[in-house]
């Protein structure tokens, strides 16, 4: 275990020094940013084509705001999502992070829709944004929707168990940041919003953010090849990030204007775990890192029609480079593999929705176009002794590339007066394998204004990566794959009161053609990609948010059992229980907030059982507390300090790849940050 360091002193002392002499009393009314209307009357968009709520919306949604992720601390886009109910962030080899919800918890990080302000961003060679560009700079965003839940209905194949939709910062929202945070292990981050109108209707606005952790010395458990003994090593998890977005927009006061955008995103993680156990005994070289280059441009347009018919099209285009590399250990020598991707992605989509009084039903129409494909690709083997390059046979994606053509329809319509009926499904057809279909349905019934019973059934499909058909160095790819179907149904239940909100919500889902790593030992191989038979996911979700006087609550808890039914092994890096507590305080006349977010998991393995070497060692039961104190001063400026794993606890992750005794979280460490708001 380590022990805290100097800089987490330093850290409390410039907080109480803060404290000490910033005694400038501003508005109390403003003091808790989680005001209770915003907190509890939030408007939903990623779960329909209207803004909803959370007793209209047709799925179950959760909304992460910018003052979530400050007052939790938060560092990198995937810890903004841990404290939320039924997801579980997974450390992906390389270095990424796996965000799992309702126990999709196997060795596969696919199946989440990951949209940059409506564009889909996740790579084509993977299926995936976890081993690419898996962290937007939170400074950059606005806000961040999850949709727990199947969502090909609006998003298509890559929605398959859950949606991510990151809403950048627009320069016509009124609000401007910039912030700068120092802390342990060389943690760095700056952070820069700048807006400028231009004539009477047009905004230009510039985002820019950085971030960076050096040498973590985390410790690492491994197996002695000799006689099996538990051996120690350190990782270093270096990593930085950075985020620049420019936006050029038309005020849309009257739901027309034009939006251009362009976005840029870089990540670079370094000696991170590696392959784990699954492909190949990985020792103390259990190692690997990646680096990802996104460069995007996205316009948009609005249009009001006739009979109050919106229209609106979105054209956009990205490109994106990334490598990951991986040590794989020899008894005489270790080898160094580095691959290399370069892919592109461009599309076009229109829209028309409608609030329609005299049929009583809002909706939507959608018809989109895309392209993606893989431009090269590149692999080397680096022997660590000689530096001698290794022959290898890689695998040649260039030239691999898809079109896909969808169209879809959502609607709600009220068919009594305490009664709605959700109604849609969207259609799309791949030039590669045919077409599916994702249809939507349900009710939604209010016996008072402020509760809502919903009863929604989804289906959902996931297309095969270019990965999964093509294979890697390790895995053999299969050509003639299915897609993965999913069928679920969820019962809801949302009570949105004066000073609370609760949402329960009860769900089952079933998926079939399974696309996952199966052992093949043939041709130099050690697993090939397959459909293998089906699983199911039961669980129960339940989600409390309050705030009394002084006192903010939040609160959840999951409880979910997932299984392979063929095998009837249950996913074991998936916990069957999670619960999260957090609780806030405030002082309004020393304008000073605190927020301590508890975390509780247990019953998971280690790692996939149905992995090699298919270990089923329990994990042990896992706790972490952290602690932000934010102290308002001068109006415009804050200083605070956010302290991560304050007890120091030895919490070990589930190993996606089967990494010796799990993955080891974070230890005890601090930061400061100074923000300028207005």
């Not at 981050?189 to 230009?204: C, K, N, R, T």
């Amino acid at each position: 275990m380590k022990h805290p360091n100097g800089n987490a002193f330093i850290c409390l002392i410039g907080l109480s020094a803060a404290l000490a002499h910033a005694n400038d009393i501003a508005n109390t009314d403003d003091l808790w940013t989680m005001d209770i209307e915003q907190l509890l009357k939030v408007q939903i968009t990623s779960a329909s084509r209207f803004s909803e709520s959370t007793l209209t919306t047709p799925s179950s949604v959760s909304v992460i705001k910018r003052d979530d992720w400050e007052k939790r601390g938060a560092r990198r886009t995937s810890d903004a999502f841990q404290h939320l109910s039924g997801v579980m962030v997974l450390p992906a080899p390389t270095g990424g992070n796996s965000i799992q919800v309702r126990g999709y918890g196997t060795a596969s990080v696919k199946g989440k829709a990951t949209l940059l302000d409506d564009v889909p961003i996740n790579s084509f060679v993977f299926g995936s944004d976890v081993f690419s560009v898996d962290n937007i700079e939170l400074a950059t965003l606005e806000r961040i929707e999850l949709v727990r839940g199947p969502s090909s209905t609006l998003y298509g194949s890559d929605a398959f168990h859950s949606a991510v939709s990151y809403k950048t910062w627009q320069p016509n929202s009124g609000t401007e940041q910039s912030q700068i945070s120092a802390g342990q292990d060389d943690y760095y981050h700056g952070s820069l919003q700048s807006s400028h109108a231009i004539g009477d209707d047009w905004f230009m606005g510039l985002s820019l953010s950085a971030s960076q952790e050096g040498d973590q010395n985390s410790n690492f458990d491994y197996q002695s090849p000799v006689n099996g003994t538990t051996h120690s090593s350190e990782r270093e998890l270096n990593w930085d990030s950075q985020t620049a977005i420019i936006h050029l927009l038309q005020d849309q006061h009257d739901e027309k204007g034009l939006t251009a955008s362009l976005y840029y995103s870089a990540n670079d993680f370094d000696d991170f775990q590696g392959g784990g156990n699954a492909s190949f005994p990985s020792l103390d070289r259990d190692r690997g890192g990646h680096d990802g280059r996104l460069s995007m441009a996205r316009l948009g347009y609005k249009y009001p029609l006739a009979y109050d018919i919106g229209f609106e099209a979105k054209l956009y285009y990205w490109q994106m480079e990334h490598s990951q590399e991986v040590l794989i250990p020899f008894f005489t020598d270790t080898i160094l593999e580095t691959t290399e991707y370069d892919e592109d992605r461009g599309g076009i989509s229109a829209m028309l929705r409608q609030n329609a009084d005299s049929i009583a039903t809002r909706w939507s129409l959608e018809a989109s176009y895309e392209e993606l494909g893989i431009d090269s690709n590149s692999q080397a083997r680096v022997s660590q002794n000689s530096g001698a390059t290794i022959p290898s046979n890689p695998v040649d994606y260039s030239g691999t590339n898809q079109s896909v053509l969808g169209i879809s329809m959502d609607a709600n319509t009220e068919v009594a007066s305490q009664w709605n009926a959700i109604w849609g499904g969207r259609y799309d057809h791949y030039d590669t394998f045919g077409s599916e279909f994702s249809p939507r349905l349900g009710m939604i019934y209010h016996p008072v204004d402020d509760i809502a019973f919903k009863l929604i059934y989804s289906e959902a499909f996931r297309a095969p990566s270019a990965i999964e058909l093509k294979g890697s160095s390790f895995a053999q790819g299969t050509t003639n794959l299915k897609p993965e179907i999913m069928q679920n149904i969820e019962l809801g239940m949302v009570k949105s009161a004066n000073q609370w909100e609760l949402e329960w919500i009860l769900f089952h889902n079933h998926w079939d053609d399974r696309i996952v790593l199966v052992p093949f030992n043939q041709g130099g191989f050690t697993s090939k990609y397959m459909n293998s038979g089906e699983s199911e996911s039961t669980g129960s979700e339940i989600t409390l948010r309050s705030q009394l006087d002084r006192w903010l609550i939040e609160t959840s808890a999951s409880y979910i059992y997932s299984q392979n039914t063929d095998t009837e092994q249950w996913h074991s890096v998936f916990p069957k229980l999670i619960v999260n507590v957090g609780i806030g305080y405030s002082w309004p006349v020393q304008q000073v907030e605190l927020f301590v977010t508890n975390r509780y998991q247990d019953h998971a393995y280690t790692g996939d059982q149905s992995l090699p070497p298919f270990a089923k060692t329990d994990a042990p039961a896992y706790f972490r507390t952290d602690l932000t104190i934010n102290k308002s001063f001068k109006e415009n400026w804050e200083v605070g300090i956010s302290v991560r794993n304050i007890f120091d606890r030895d919490n070990v992750l589930p190993s996606l790849a089967n990494s010796y005794n799990g993955v080891p979280d974070i230890d005890f460490d601090a930061a400061m940050t100074l923000r300028y708001k207005r």
